[in-house]
T-cell receptor, first 111, second 112 residues
Framework: DVKVTQSSRYLVKRTGEKVFLECVQD?????MFWYRQDPGLGLRLIYF???????EKGDIPEGYSVSREKKERFSLILESASTNQTSMYLC??????????FGSGTRLTVV | KQEVTQIPAALSVPEGENLVLNCSFT??????LQWFRQDPGKGLTSLLL?????REQTSGRLNASLDKSSGRSTLYIAASQPGDSATYLC???????????FGKGTRLSVIA
C-alpha cells in the first residue's frame, strides 16, 4: 500500500526555534506538497515541489522554507517558529496529474 | 482563479439515510476531481478520484459523479452509518499539473 509518512504526530516547540517537519513517500511520486490546516480557513498550500531540488511557493510561504534533496523526502522548515504557526501540517504526494496521497499530519504547537 | 465551494458546511442525518454531499467549482477546465475523508485530528484519506473524461466512480456505498459543464460534483453515500461521521472534502485538479484546489469541506454527523 502506498505511504506518506510524517515524522511526528505531535510536536511542541518554543518561539524562535528552528523547526523541521519531515515527509517521506515510498511511491516514487514526482510531486510533493505541504499544507497547513486551521479551523475555518481550510487547507492552505505552503510550498510544493515537482522534482528534486525544485520548489514552488504556494499561497502562504512567508515564514517557511523547504528542502527536497531526494525524490522521496520533502522537508518543511520553520526558520524561527512563532505562535501563529501553531497548526496542523499536512504533507501529500502525487504522480503528475493524478490523485494525492496524504500523510497522517503533524500537530505543531508553538509556545 | 479556480474556487471550490462545498455547501452545507455541516450536515446531521439519522443512521440509515441516503445522503448527497455537494461540491461546485468555477472553472470547468479541470483534469480531475478527488473526494477525501478526514477524521478529527487525522490526515486526509482519498475516497474517489474522477478523471475529467469520466462521469462517475463507485466504491462500496460511495458514488461520486462529475458534471464538468455545470461545474458540479456530488458524493452519494448510501445507507449511512455512524462510522461515516467525518469531514468530507473535494478538490479539483486543473490542467497543467498545478496543485489541487480544495473546498473547505462538509462536516457530516450520522446519528445512531
Amino acid at each position: 500500500d502506498v505511504k506518506v509518512t510524517q515524522s511526528s504526530r505531535y510536536l511542541v516547540k518554543r518561539t524562535g526555534e528552528k523547526v523541521f517537519l519531515e515527509c517521506v513517500q515510498d511511491m516514487d511520486h514526482e510531486n510533493m506538497f505541504w499544507y497547513r490546516q486551521d479551523p475555518g480557513l481550510g487547507l492552505r498550500l505552503i510550498y510544493f515541489s515537482y522534482d528534486v531540488k525544485m520548489k514552488e511557493k504556494g499561497d502562504i510561504p512567508e515564514g517557511y522554507s523547504v528542502s527536497r534533496e531526494k525524490k522521496e523526502r520533502f522537508s518543511l522548515i520553520l526558520e524561527s517558529a512563532s505562535t501563529n504557526q501553531t497548526s496542523m501540517y499536512l504533507c501529500a504526494s502525487s504522480p503528475s496529474n493524478y490523485g494525492y496521497t496524504f500523510g497522517s499530519g503533524t500537530r505543531l504547537t508553538v509556545v | 482563479k479556480q474556487e471550490v465551494t462545498q455547501i452545507p458546511a455541516a450536515l446531521s442525518v439519522p443512521e440509515g439515510e441516503n445522503l448527497v454531499l455537494n461540491c461546485s467549482f468555477t472553472d470547468s477546465a479541470i483534469y480531475n476531481l478527488q473526494w477525501f475523508r478526514q477524521d478529527p485530528g487525522k490526515g486526509l484519506t482519498s475516497l474517489l478520484l474522477i478523471q475529467s473524461s469520466q462521469r462517475e466512480q463507485t466504491s462500496g456505498r460511495l458514488n461520486a459523479s462529475l458534471d464538468k459543464s455545470s461545474g458540479r460534483s456530488t458524493l452519494y453515500i448510501a445507507a449511512s452509518q455512524p462510522g461515516d461521521s467525518a469531514t468530507y472534502l473535494c478538490a479539483v485538479g486543473q490542467i497543467g499539473n498545478t496543485p489541487l484546489v480544495f473546498g473547505k469541506g462538509t462536516r457530516l454527523s450520522v446519528i445512531a
